[in-house]
């Protein structure tokens, strides 16, 4: 069994250590030291070992997990020398593999894009370019999803990005059954179930249509229909396509000011 190192002991991380020994990885995890109490619940209640260093996580793992933010890595490949070929799986958002491939010479680098579910082995696990080892290691967390290219890389990036606004768009939908008079908790029930109703029929549904799927349900004369009508009419959609795009920019200038 490899042993699992960790660069970077942050929010991202911890939950993917809660991931991988909840899917049933029985390895080692050496963790960096800094961020001392987070790392020290991770050895107590996760079976993780601290290390004294970060160059001492590198020497004793086979796979490392960068998990620190992109301001971070470059001051963080000044402290370390990798193993040559040794694999190093990149969460760092917006951090293209030329980037990581000039800090960390020496190793094979793969990206990675996941989210907190990870913690309960329910993330969408994004990597590139295809890694037999990375997608063994973190196939536990989640879905994978394998991508051909880095451009494609940045979109899943920006569809990461979703997963975090969906949580207000749910929000406001739950704030309005609660206006109305419903308590929280059902709204929050209905709003949840209703979402998880749409998803689970659409992956049974793959070969049909989102849009297709929607309209079998909002057909002429029913009450699905009527308010689509209005939320046609309203600019939701045109926000949404705008907020990607402001982040699909910012990926893409980061990305080439790197070069
Ligand atoms: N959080 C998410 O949902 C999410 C989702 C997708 C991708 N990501 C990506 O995941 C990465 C981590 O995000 P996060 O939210 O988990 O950040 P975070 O909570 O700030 O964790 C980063 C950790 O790295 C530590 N660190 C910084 N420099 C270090 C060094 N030289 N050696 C060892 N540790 C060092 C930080 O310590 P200090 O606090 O002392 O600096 C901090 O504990 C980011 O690059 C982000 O783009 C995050």
Not at 45 to 50: N, S, T
């Given at each position: 069994m490899y042993t699992i190192g960790i660069l970077g002991v942050g929010d991202l991380t911890e939950k993917t250590v809660i991931g991988l020994r909840?899917?049933?990885?029985?390895?080692?995890?050496?963790?960096?030291p800094r961020n001392a109490e987070r790392a020290e619940r991770l050895a107590q209640?996760?079976?993780?070992?601290?290390m004294d260093c970060n160059q001492s996580v590198v020497d004793h793992s086979?796979?490392?997990?960068?998990?620190?933010?992109?301001?971070?890595?470059?001051?963080?490949?000044?402290?370390?020398?990798?193993?040559p070929?040794?694999?190093?799986?990149?969460?760092?958002?917006?951090?293209?593999?030329?980037?990581?491939?000039?800090?960390?010479?020496?190793?094979?680098?793969?990206?990675?894009?996941?989210?907190?579910?990870?913690?309960?082995?329910?993330?969408?696990?994004?990597?590139y370019p295809s890694d037999t080892l990375a997608q063994q290691c973190l196939g536990v967390l989640g879905n994978l999803v394998v991508l051909d290219d880095e451009p494609s890389f940045e979109l899943a990036?920006?569809?990461?990005?979703?997963?975090?606004?969906?949580?207000?768009?749910?929000?406001?939908?739950?704030?309005?059954?609660?206006?109305?008079g419903l308590p929280e908790a059902?709204?929050?029930?209905?709003?949840?179930?209703?979402?998880?109703?749409?998803?689970?029929?659409?992956?049974?549904?793959?070969?049909?249509?989102l849009s297709t799927l929607g309209q079998t349900i909002a057909t002429p004369g029913t009450f699905t229909a009527d308010g689509l009508a209005v939320l046609r009419h309203q600019p939701l959609a045109a926000n949404w396509g705008a907020a990607c795009e402001v982040v699909l920019d910012a990926l893409l200038t980061r990305a080439s000011i790197s070069k």
């Open positions: 909840k899917g049933g990885y029985e390895g080692e995890i050496l963790v960096s209640e996760f079976r993780c070992k601290v086979e796979i490392l997990l960068l998990g620190v933010r992109p301001t971070s890595a470059a001051e963080l490949a000044t402290q370390v020398r990798l193993k070929g040794q694999r190093l799986l990149s969460l760092v958002a917006g951090f293209g593999s030329d980037k990581l491939a000039a800090l960390f010479p020496e190793a094979q680098c793969v990206r990675v894009m996941l989210s907190g579910a990870a913690q309960y082995n329910a993330t969408t696990v994004v990597i990036t920006v569809a990461a990005c979703m997963n975090g606004w969906f949580y207000f768009l749910l929000h406001d939908l739950q704030q309005w059954l609660s206006d109305k059902q709204a929050r029930a209905l709003v949840l179930g209703n979402v998880q109703d749409c998803v689970a029929s659409a992956k049974q549904q793959n070969e049909q249509s």
